[in-house]
């Protein structure tokens, strides 16, 4: 018979909140101003990847004093982005990074309350159905305790 190996769920945990998670000391953005190119700035993302990245160099090239934008990781198994942006002077890329990020935060929060809305009335119309013996009470024989596969889009 073969070894086994037994792990403990708290050390997978561990292993992956290392990941994203800050240690001590480290900061999650650091900032390199590129010497030879004017209104240049390189942006050191920790415990990031490319979600994070693509959105935000996407935001950013269509930020209208953002002359270029750009991410890339060096390794897939560093959890480091690096992000350079250059502007046309008229703010910082700092200041254009804040900004867009700041924009996004905003945008998604917005999508989330409406995702909230859109559940609750979700959950709001099939308490109904329930209640007045709509097709969740009896529906189609053979369609099961929730009506029609599919129904309410789930």
Same mark, same amino acid.
């Given at each position: 018979?073969?070894?086994?190996?037994?792990?403990?769920?708290?050390?997978?945990?561990?292993?992956?909140?290392?990941?994203?998670?800050?240690?001590?000391?480290?900061?999650?953005? !650091?900032?390199?101003?590129?010497?030879?190119?004017?209104?240049?700035?390189?942006?050191?993302?920790?415990?990031?990847?490319? !979600?994070?990245?693509?959105?935000?160099?996407?935001?950013?090239?269509?930020?209208?004093?953002?002359?270029?934008?750009?991410?890339?990781? $060096?390794?897939?198994?560093?959890?480091?982005?690096?992000?350079?942006?250059? !502007?046309?002077?008229?703010? !910082?890329?700092?200041?254009?990074?804040?900004?867009?990020?700041?924009?996004?935060? $905003?945008?998604?929060?917005?999508?989330?309350?409406?995702?909230?809305?859109?559940?609750?009335?979700?959950?709001?119309?099939?308490?109904?159905?329930?209640?007045?013996?709509?097709?969740?009470?009896?529906? $189609?024989?053979?369609?099961? $305790?929730?009506?029609?596969?599919?129904?309410?889009?789930?």
């Amino acid at each position: 018979m073969m070894g086994s190996v037994n792990y403990r769920h708290d050390d997978n945990l561990q292993t992956n909140f290392e990941l994203f998670v800050l240690g001590e000391g480290e900061k999650k953005i !650091t900032e390199k101003v590129v010497s030879g190119m004017s209104n240049c700035s390189d942006f050191i993302l920790l415990k990031e990847d490319h !979600t994070l990245g693509n959105l935000i160099s996407v935001y950013l090239r269509m930020a209208p004093h953002v002359m270029f934008a750009a991410y890339k990781i $060096a390794h897939p198994n560093v959890p480091e982005v690096q992000l350079r942006i250059q !502007t046309d002077g008229t703010l !910082t890329p700092r200041e254009a990074l804040v900004t867009i990020c700041k924009q996004l935060v $905003a945008m998604y929060g917005q999508l989330g309350r409406e995702f909230q809305k859109e559940l609750a009335l979700r959950q709001y119309a099939d308490q109904g159905e329930n209640a007045t013996g709509g097709p969740a009470a009896g529906g $189609a024989p053979g369609a099961g $305790a929730g009506g029609a596969p599919g129904q309410n889009g789930f």
